[in-house]
Structures are given as C-alpha cells and as structure tokens.
C-alpha cells in the first residue's frame, strides 16, 4: 500500500513539475482577424489605418507595406525608431504615415515576437481598387520586371481604357554605399511628360508612344514612372501614379 501510495506521489510531482516546463515552450501565434483582411478588394479610399488581431498576446516587431509599385511603406516603429517597443498584446491598430489612395495591390509584411511565442513573419496582400475598376495594360514597354538587352528606343503604353497622362519620367537606380548600409537612389535622367515640357501628341487616350532620345544603352537598373488621371460617368476623377522597373543589360548577356 505504502509503494503504491508513493508511485502516485512521485507521478504528480512529476506532472506538477512538467506543467512549468510545458508552458515555457514558445507557441505559434496566428492572425485571426485584419483590416483591409486577406485578399481584400477596397472600394472606399482612402486607407488611412490598419488592424491586426492575434489569437495570443504578442510583441509587435515590424510593420511595412508595400504599394503597387514595390514602395515599402514603413509603418512601425514610426520614423523607424526599433528604441521603442510595443507591450505585448493582441490587437494593434495602427494610423498610416499617409493615407493609401494609389489604385492597386498593396503588401502587408508584420513580424512579431515574444517570450512565450515562436517568431512570425507573415504577409497579407489586399487591393485599393475604388468605386470603378483601374485601367489595365495591354501593352506596357518596358515592363514591370524586365530584362532588355537591346537599346531602350521608345515607351510604350496602351491601356483598356482612356486616360490623360500627367507626367512620365524616366530614371536610374543606383545604389550608394556608405559604409554603414547600401542605399538605392533614384536619379532623374529625362521628363518626357510634365508640367513643364512640350509633347507633340495628345496626351488623353488608350494608346501612347514616346521616342526615347538618346536611346537608353548603358546596363544599369531603370525606371519609368508615371501618372494619370480617369475620368468617370458619375463625374468624378481618380489619379494613379505609378512605375516599372527594368534593367538594361549587356548585349549578348
């Protein structure tokens, strides 16, 4: 009796002794809820916050978003201070930098932490698309992502719907090191479309081609940015800026 009363003495001490030690293992957190959610098409602009929910309290670490043309938007820690920190929990609701308007696919990417929770990084991709569908791209030269290994001659675009271009600029990447973090500079290299310059053709239609003079030849990364307003039955304008980026290569590469 004495032996069988001590096996169950020494069975819980062992369970009490285990739960401590269970309850140190860090556990996976998971967005249960967020604002704009997964998925998301947005019809009302702009966005001016967003929301996070977690089925456990945890730390929040960073928050960025990216906007249609890859911009990474820095949300937390504000002016990017990492001095401060957040007290763990399992809501935050945080207020833009500036209002997102830009008609397009956005990227949420959070990270969080915390003693008791297994580190996540995760994403969430929504879309701001207002009351009427954006313009869509039949033919866009260069395209987003491109690689040339001939000359850059000409930008072209033609669209599924009229537009008037306000501006379109072309320019270069270049990545500036200085010792401590390598930072990309955008360098202005022409305005082909802008307050201040003369362009022969009309500027409001679904098809558009701008000569490119010089040509643009050394290898290098490249942009072209731009903006244009829609006008629409109900009288309203909506304006969307945005960009391509593409490298010029070699010949032969």
């Given amino acids: 009796m004495k032996r069988q009363f001590s096996m ?9 002794i285990a739960v401590p030690a269970a309850a140190q293992n860090p556990q996976s957190a998971k967005v249960v809820q967020s604002f704009p959610a997964k998925d998301d098409v947005l019809k009302e602009q702009p966005l001016t916050t967003v929301r996070l929910e977690f089925d456990k309290p945890v730390e929040l670490v960073l928050l960025s978003i990216y906007d249609p043309s890859d911009e990474k938007i820095s949300v937390y820690p504000p002016d990017n201070d990492f001095s401060q920190s957040t007290a763990p929990a399992k809501v935050f609701e945080l207020p833009l930098p500036a209002a997102l308007t830009e008609v397009g696919r956005y990227k949420l990417s959070y990270l969080v932490s915390g003693k008791s929770v297994k580190s996540l990084n995760g994403y969430i991709y929504f879309e701001l698309q207002g009351k009427y569908p954006p313009p869509k791209f039949y033919v866009q030269m260069p395209q987003n992502g491109s690689y040339l290994s001939e000359p850059l001659t000409e930008i072209v675009m033609n669209l599924d719907q009229v537009i008037t271009l306000r501006s379109l600029d072309l320019v270069r990447m270049v990545e500036v090191d200085d010792g401590v973090s390598i930072e990309t500079v955008i360098e202005p290299i022409a305005t082909i479309v802008g307050a201040d310059t003369p362009v022969t053709g009309e500027l409001t239609g679904q098809k558009f ?42 010949p032969g590469e």
């Fill in 8 to 16: 169950t003495a020494v069975a819980m001490l062992t369970a009490l």
């Fill in 209 to 250: 081609k701008f000569p490119v003079d010089p040509s643009l030849t050394p290898p290098g990364k490249y942009g072209v940015k731009y903006s244009f307003t829609v006008s629409h039955p109900d009288g309203s304008v909506s304006e969307t800026t945005s960009s391509a980026k593409f490298k010029v290569s070699v």
